[in-house]
Every structure is written in structure tokens, then in C-alpha cells.
């Protein structure tokens, strides 16, 4: 196998992780002829390549050509998105469900159930185009926006990976400080503690990334089983609304679950690109709906389930009330176990970490498509710019988790839908599902790209059915507020941002691809 051609790596002949002992990426970069102007950050360029000897990626959103992938196990994206989503986020999702939306345990587990398994079938579907074409998933999208327009779903991609880390590292937080009531870590403190650990691992690429993830997901799993069987016997399933309130409710919680489903798709390629080309598509998208699915159901079933304790365990609530997800997760754990709980409840907060690495190390591989100067930018001081920010919001942020929680995860749901519908039908209608219909080297090329009008109309229309459709505390849109308490109402925005926008973009597209060419 050759690897001078991008210089990329080799595990089999590496003597450093992956690290060739005459070949390295960043002098492979600088060779490349990309219209890409990293002399202008010689310097930033000069630590990456001295990095680079020590096996830090120095690859961006450069095409992953198929003869320099060496990630051969079907199971990668199965270790990869299981650990991501075994995690006290994925706990917190299923706490919603009782705590904004005062559903019982059987109606939020079968809301779960229903939301998860569709949600995630483009996610799954999307990590399989990683391996075909080698290109990340933002990069992929310009195929279907356009280079102008895909402007619009980079920008709100930044934003959501920002977003998530600041929501994250909140809950992450409230849970070390759970672990004592006596001495209490500082919030930012611990919020710069979690940053830490995702800063080492995304910083280091897309191997470590991997690495990390198929493991950090077994001790997370063996203490939510031992806290299911702390709680097992304190749940009630009959707590909940009735009649078309409760509909309401379903309906707005199920957004929520999607919002936080969905949110893997405008990530889902870039944890697969050094996956063969020739590696079955079946497999890729198995695995990948697989380990989504095992955490996402179980996880956020046991937090819905968890909420419903109060009744019987008060000491429960005022821990919740007090330190919320983080004292929920305490009162089970470190409450009747003691110290070796507080022990179980610190290694329940770094899992975060898990989560939190995909949104950093994709946030940089984002960002680098805004413009060829800011492919220029190396990957690792994106990542380090990127964490700063975030580490700032969430320690600004720490008070007002539920309500940032909520209002961002449904707001997700509205533009992932959009998204997911523009990307699926370019590729099944104008590209008739063949990979041979796609010139990988374009993505860069304006001229060779959609114009993007097809795609900004959809977009824009998608906006509007969501602006309709939604139901947030801030805002109830006028069909959302037909549904369910009109006070109120049930959260249908995502539902109807995937309708129009999957409506208008055929009819558009091929008007644009007849005269435009592209």
C-alpha cells in the first residue's frame, strides 16, 4: 500500500501510532496543489508538523483518498457512537420527559422508543457515504446546498457542536458536584476539568478519537446498571396527563428526542472516512444504527424512569432541584453507596468527555469549510479556539440548563430535518443513488456544485413550515398551538420543516440542474 500520495498513514508499517517514520501529513499538506494558502499560517503549520511526529492528525477536510484507508472494522462506528451516547446527556434527555412534559414512565419510554429508531436511520445511512467517498460530512453537503448556500447549514453546525459541548459540560458539572455536599467542586472548575479531557482526545485525530470510544462506553454501562437497580423499585409508570394535552406533550417530547437523535447526522461521515470503499454499505449502516440505538433507548428510558421516584424518595427531588440531572444521579449512587458511590458518580461525569469529543473534533473539520483560509487555520488550534469559547458559555450559562436544553435540541430538530431531506434526495433523485455520480475532488469548485438556489428555497421553506409547526416557551407557532394545551401547544416543527422542505427542493432542483448543469 502507498502512502506518499497524501501522505497518510499506515497503521500496519507505523512506528508511532499510526505515524510512518519518513511520511507525515503535514508535509504531505503543504505539498498538496488545493488553492489552499497555509503559507499563510507558516507558523500554526510549523507546530503541527513538529505534532505530527507524535501521531496528532494533521489531516482537515482533505479527501481521504481509497487507497489510504486503513480502519477495516465493520464494527468502528458500533464502539464509536455507543460510548458517545452512553452518557449522562442521553440520561438527561429521558429526564425531559417528566420534567418539562409531565409525561408518565410507558408514555416517554414508548416515545423514546418510536423517535430514536427513526431518527437515527439517516444517521446511519450518512456514516455509509464517509467510506465511499472520503470526505467529511459538511464537505459532503455542498454537493447538495451548493458552495454558497452550504454556508448556512456550516454556520448552524458550528453553532450546534458549540452548543452542545456548553449544555454538556453544564450537566457534566452539576454531576461532580454532586459527588460531595460538603466541599463542592466549583462549577467552572468542573467545567474546565471536562474541557480538559475532550481537548487531549479531539485533539489528537480521528485514530485517538476512536481509540477512546471503544472503551470509555464499559464503565459508564456497568454503573447505570447498578443505578437502574437502585431505583427499580422506587418508579411509577402511571404518572402522566390524558386526552390531547398528553398528545401535546408526546408530540413535543418526541422533538426533543429527535433534536437530539438527529443531531449525529451532520457528523455522521467523519468518523468513517478512513473506512475502505469497498467495505459494505449494510455493514456500516448496521453497526452504526446499532450503537446508536442500544444507548439512546436504553439510556434515556432509564432517566425518564428515574424521574418518576420523587413520590417515594423526596430526598430524591430536593437532590434533583438542587444540583438537577448531576443530584438525580448522586441520590442513587453516591446516597446509598457512600464513598465508593461518590467513586461511581465521578466517573459518571467524565463520560461526558465521550460526548463532547465528537462535537470538537467536528466542529474544526466544520469550520474548515467556510473558505480555503480557513482550511488554511490547522485542525488542532480550531479545536483549541473552539473549547475556550464553549468552556466561556457554560460557565456563563450553568444556571438556565433545562430551558438552554430544550430550546436548542428542538431548534436541531427543525434544521436536521431540513438538512437530512435536502442531502437524501440530491443523492436518490439527481444522483440516482450511484457514487460514480459524485467527483469527490469538486467539493471546492463552486462552478463544478448546485448553484444552490434549489437548496436556499427548500431551506427556506423548511424554516417556515418549522416556525409553524413549533411550540416553545418563547414562541408557539400557529399549527403547533392547534395541538394539544393551546397554552401551550405540541411541538411539530421538525415534522413540518421535513414536509415542505422535501416538497420544494425536486421540483426546484431539476429546474436548476437542467440550465445550471450541476
Given amino acids: 500500500m502507498s502512502n506518499t500520495k497524501f501522505g497518510l498513514f499506515d497503521v500496519e508499517k507505523s512506528s508511532s501510532y499510526g505515524v510512518s517514520d519518513d511520511i507525515h501529513e503535514?508535509?504531505?499538506?503543504?505539498?498538496?496543489?488545493?488553492?489552499?494558502?497555509?503559507?499563510?499560517?507558516?507558523?500554526?503549520?510549523?507546530?503541527?508538523?513538529?505534532?505530527?511526529?507524535?501521531?496528532?492528525?494533521?489531516?482537515?477536510?482533505e479527501r481521504v483518498p481509497p487507497d489510504q484507508r486503513t480502519q477495516t472494522s465493520p464494527l468502528a462506528p458500533f464502539w464509536m457512537w455507543l460510548a458517545a451516547n452512553m452518557t449522562i446527556s442521553t440520561f438527561s434527555i429521558g429526564c425531559l420527559g417528566n420534567s418539562i412534559f409531565y409525561l408518565g414512565l410507558k408514555d416517554a419510554a414508548l416515545t423514546i422508543i418510536f423517535f430514536n429508531l427513526f431518527c437515527t436511520l439517516p444517521v446511519a445511512y450518512f456514516s455509509t457515504w464517509g467510506a465511499k467517498l472520503g470526505l467529511r460530512q459538511l464537505t459532503l453537503s455542498k454537493f447538495s446546498f451548493g458552495y454558497f448556500t452550504s454556508q448556512f447549514p456550516i454556520i448552524l453546525n458550528c453553532i450546534a457542536c458549540v452548543g452542545w459541548s456548553v449544555v454538556n459540560s453544564i450537566v457534566g458539572a452539576q454531576t461532580l458536584r454532586a459527588v460531595s455536599t460538603r466541599h463542592q467542586i466549583p462549577t467552572a472548575a468542573a467545567i474546565i476539568v471536562i474541557a480538559i479531557g475532550t481537548i487531549m482526545v479531539s485533539f489528537m485525530g480521528y485514530r485517538v478519537v476512536h481509540l477512546y470510544e471503544k472503551y470509555a462506553w464499559v464503565p459508564v454501562a456497568i454503573i447505570f446498571v447498578i443505578y437502574s437497580g437502585?431505583?427499580?423499585?422506587?418508579?411509577?409508570?402511571?404518572?402522566?396527563?390524558?386526552?390531547?394535552?398528553?398528545?401535546?406533550?408526546?408530540?413535543?417530547?418526541g422533538a426533543t428526542v429527535a433534536g437530539f437523535a438527529l443531531g449525529w447526522t451532520s457528523l455522521a461521515a467523519d468518523y468513517t472516512v478512513r473506512m475502505p470503499e469497498d467495505m459494505s454499505s449494510v455493514k456500516i449502516f448496521f453497526w452504526t444504527y446499532l450503537g446508536l440505538n442500544l444507548p439512546l433507548i436504553l439510556v434515556e428510558t432509564l432517566g425518564a424512569a428515574a424521574m418518576t421516584t420523587f413520590n417515594q424518595k423526596t430526598t430524591w427531588a430536593d437532590a434533583y432541584a438542587e444540583n438537577s440531572v448531576g443530584g438525580l444521579l448522586g441520590a442513587g449512587l453516591a446516597g446509598p453507596m457512600g464513598g465508593f458511590g461518590s467513586f461511581l458518580l465521578v466517573i459518571m461525569a467524565l463520560s461526558i468527555i465521550a460526548n463532547n469529543i465528537p462535537n470538537m473534533y467536528s466542529l474544526a473539520l466544520t469550520f474548515q469549510?467556510?473558505?480555503?483560509?480557513?482550511?488554511?487555520?490547522?485542525?488542532?488550534?480550531?479545536?483549541?479556539?473552539?473549547?475556550?469559547?464553549?468552556?466561556?458559555?457554560?460557565?456563563?450559562?450553568?444556571?438556565?440548563?433545562?430551558?438552554?436544553?430544550?430550546?436548542?435540541?428542538?431548534?436541531?430538530?427543525?434544521?436536521?430535518?431540513?438538512?437530512?431531506?435536502i442531502l437524501i434526495e440530491?443523492?436518490?433523485?439527481?444522483?440516482?443513488?450511484?457514487?460514480?455520480?459524485?467527483?469527490?475532488?469538486?467539493?471546492?469548485?463552486?462552478?463544478?456544485?448546485?448553484?444552490?438556489?434549489?437548496?436556499?428555497?427548500?431551506?427556506?421553506?423548511?424554516?417556515?413550515?418549522?416556525?409553524?409547526?413549533?411550540?416553545?416557551?418563547?414562541?408557539i407557532g400557529v399549527i403547533g398551538g392547534m395541538i394539544g394545551d393551546p397554552e401551550f401547544g405540541g411541538d411539530i416543527g421538525f415534522e413540518l420543516a421535513f414536509a415542505f422542505s422535501s416538497i420544494i427542493y425536486p421540483p426546484l432542483r431539476w429546474i436548476e440542474k437542467k440550465y445550471w448543469g450541476y
Fill in 26 to 61: 503535514a508535509n504531505a499538506l503543504e505539498r498538496l496543489s488545493d488553492d489552499v494558502p497555509r503559507s499563510k499560517f507558516a507558523k500554526l503549520w510549523a507546530i503541527v508538523e513538529f505534532l505530527d511526529k507524535y501521531g496528532v492528525e494533521a489531516h482537515g477536510i
Fill in 230 to 253: 437502585q431505583i427499580t423499585r422506587f418508579t411509577e409508570s402511571d404518572f402522566g396527563g390524558s386526552g390531547t394535552v398528553e398528545a401535546g406533550d408526546i408530540i413535543s417530547f
Fill in 369 to 421: 469549510n467556510i473558505h480555503p483560509y480557513a482550511q488554511a487555520i490547522p485542525r488542532i488550534f480550531i479545536v483549541i479556539i473552539g473549547s475556550v469559547v464553549y468552556i466561556v458559555l457554560a460557565i456563563a450559562g450553568a444556571s438556565h440548563f433545562e430551558e438552554w436544553l430544550e430550546t436548542m435540541l428542538n431548534i436541531l430538530a427543525y434544521w436536521l430535518a431540513i438538512f437530512s431531506t
Fill in 426 to 475: 440530491e443523492h436518490l433523485i439527481f444522483r440516482h443513488g450511484k457514487w460514480t455520480n459524485y467527483n469527490p475532488e469538486d467539493f471546492s469548485d463552486w462552478r463544478k456544485l448546485p448553484l444552490g438556489v434549489a437548496s436556499f428555497v427548500a431551506l427556506a421553506c423548511g424554516v417556515a413550515g418549522a416556525v409553524l409547526g413549533m411550540a416553545q416557551t418563547w414562541y
